[in-house]
Every structure is written in C-alpha cells, then in structure tokens.
C-alpha cells in the first residue's frame, strides 16, 4: 500500500515538472506585436484641474485614449504639481505623445477650478495644434451637497 502512495506521488510530481515548460510555452504565444500606429488628425483633449495636480488625456473621437500625462508624471512632486508651470508642462509633454498618432486639431474640455487651467490653455495654443473648440465641463452644484471646509491660512 506503501509503494502505491509512492507512485502516485512520482506521478503527480511528473505531471507538475511537464506542465510548467507547456505553460512557459503559452505565455510566449499569447504576446502579440505592435501594430502599425493609426491616424489621428481630429482628437480630443481633456484637461482636469483639480487643487492638487493637472491630468491631461488626449483620445480619439470615439473616446479611446491615445495617450496621457499629468504634473506628477511629469516629474513634479508635492506642491509643485499644482503650478501652473507643471500644468503647462503636462500639457506639452501629452502633445508630444499625440505627435506620434498626427494630432494636428483639438477639441477640447476643461473641468475643475485648479490654478493650472488657464496656463494649460495657453501652452495647447503654443505646441502647434489648431484649437477646434473649448468647453467648460466644471461641475457646478445647484445646492447639493455639503462643501468641504475651507483650509486655514
């Protein structure tokens, strides 16, 4: 009875050896090669200004992300991400990504009240793409619900 538990256990420890190389092998064929990139001419841009950081998203017109960047992405780190400096920075640095898919036209929506909206505006209109339109998309409540208390200074 001995001996049978030890060939089972043989047996299981072969069948676990043989099933990792098939495994390995699976991966390899599961991984697919990069595309040829598509043409984007029109996109849009989304710029979110909150207190603390400025995302920056650029997608197609059906909405699929192209590409994206934000302050803290950017390289900036704690207070420094809510300059406006960082904000343009964002900007400039999710433009050159959209280069690569030849984004020369932009719509594009602005939501939050973040010190980097404005400075966000002007570095689009200074890396080269023609601005299409620019929609305010700052939500606005109609006396909903509570604010969040005022800092202290």
Same mark, same amino acid.
């Given at each position: 009875?001995?001996?049978?538990?030890?060939?089972?256990?043989? %047996?299981?420890?072969?069948?676990?050896?043989?099933?990792?190389?098939?495994?390995?092998?699976?991966?390899?064929?599961?991984?697919?090669?990069?595309?040829?990139?598509?043409?984007?001419?029109?996109?849009?841009?989304?710029?979110?200004?909150?207190f603390?950081?400025?995302? %920056?998203?650029?997608?197609?017109?059906?909405? $699929?992300?192209?590409?994206?960047?934000?302050?803290?992405?950017?390289?900036?780190?704690?207070?420094?991400?809510?300059?406006?400096?960082?904000?343009?920075?964002?900007?400039? $640095?999710?433009? $050159?990504?959209?280069?690569?898919?030849?984004?020369?036209? %932009?719509?594009?929506?602005?939501?939050?009240?973040?010190?980097? #909206?404005?400075?966000?505006?002007?570095?689009?209109?200074g890396?080269?793409?023609?601005?299409?339109?620019?929609?305010? #998309?700052?939500?606005v409540?109609? $006396?909903?619900?509570?604010?969040?208390?005022?800092? #202290?200074n």
């Open positions: 009875m001995a001996d049978a538990d030890a060939k089972k256990k043989d %047996v299981k420890a072969t069948e676990g050896a043989n099933d990792a190389p098939e495994a390995a092998e699976e991966k390899k064929k599961a991984v697919k090669k990069k595309g040829k990139k598509r043409s984007v001419p029109e996109a849009n841009l989304y710029i979110i200004a909150s603390n950081n400025t995302i %920056v998203t650029i997608t197609d017109p059906s909405g $699929n992300v192209l590409c994206w960047s934000s302050a803290g992405s950017s390289g900036f780190k704690g207070t420094r991400k809510a300059t406006p400096y960082a904000a343009s920075v964002a900007v400039e $640095n999710a433009l $050159n990504k959209a280069k690569v898919f030849g984004v020369e036209r %932009v719509h594009i929506a602005v939501k939050g009240i973040g010190t980097g #909206r404005d400075q966000a505006l002007r570095a689009v209109s890396c080269g793409v023609q601005i299409e339109s620019i929609r305010e #998309r700052t939500a409540p109609h $006396n909903g619900c509570r604010p969040r208390k005022a800092p #202290r």
